[in-house]
């Protein structure tokens, strides 16, 4: 059994001030694009910036109460898991994500 950790980066992506409240924008991250959200009243959120089912782009999707839905299908994924709704659909990967107390979008990605 391997017991080897996965090595990750952090990499600042944009300033929060970029991501209106409510919505999400789209990032680039260790050659990862990466779609930020900004939930009214929330932590920040970080997931694949496209939808697997048809390559949607969910930095323009609908934000919802812990989920954002593809504005081509209407597959609703949750924001902490990265699940979709949709029994026995694809996932997208979820990334943790901070704002430093100067206002910057740090994202942690895996390594290459």
């Avoid at 059994?1 to 980066?9: D, F, G, I, P």
């Avoid at 990466?34 to 009243?41: D, E």
């Amino acid at each position: 059994m391997s017991t080897e950790a996965t090595r990750t980066t952090q990499h600042v992506v944009g300033m929060i001030d970029e991501v209106p409240e409510g919505e999400g924008r789209e990032f680039t991250a260790g050659g990862r694009r990466i779609a930020v959200f900004r939930p009214r009243g929330g932590a920040p959120a970080a997931v694949d910036a496209a939808c697997p089912h048809r390559q949607g782009p969910l930095a323009d999707g609908l934000l919802g109460t812990g989920t954002v839905v593809c504005p081509l299908h209407n597959r609703r994924f949750a924001l902490d898991t990265g699940e979709c709704d949709m029994p026995g659909q694809c996932a997208v990967a979820v990334y943790p994500v901070q704002v430093d107390d100067e206002g910057l979008i740090v994202v942690t990605v895996p390594c290459p």
